[in-house]
């Protein structure tokens, strides 16, 4: 256990870099950067609809403008 804490980002980093690998030779460069494109996505418009919900404004509220 001592180990893993003193290199701690440099193991997760490998797993990390492992399973992208793993990723683009299953599927396929260009789809593996759709994946990523994707999440990035999905990660943007959830941190701006919480950014919405802690200013007080829903979603709904969006929509019926």
């Known amino acids: 256990m001592d180990y893993f804490e003193k290199n701690r ?3 997760i980093g ?3 870099g492992a ?3 793993v990723c683009i030779f299953t599927i396929g460069f260009w789809k593996m950067i759709l994946v990523l494109f994707l999440i990035g996505l999905g990660i943007y418009i ?3 609809l919480k950014q919405l919900s802690s200013r007080g404004t ?3 509220s969006l929509q019926s403008q």
């Open 46 to 48: 959830g941190l701006f």
């Open 58 to 60: 829903s979603y709904s």
């Open 19 to 21: 399973l992208i690998a």
């Open 9 to 11: 980002y440099p193991i």
């Open 14 to 16: 490998g797993i990390v």
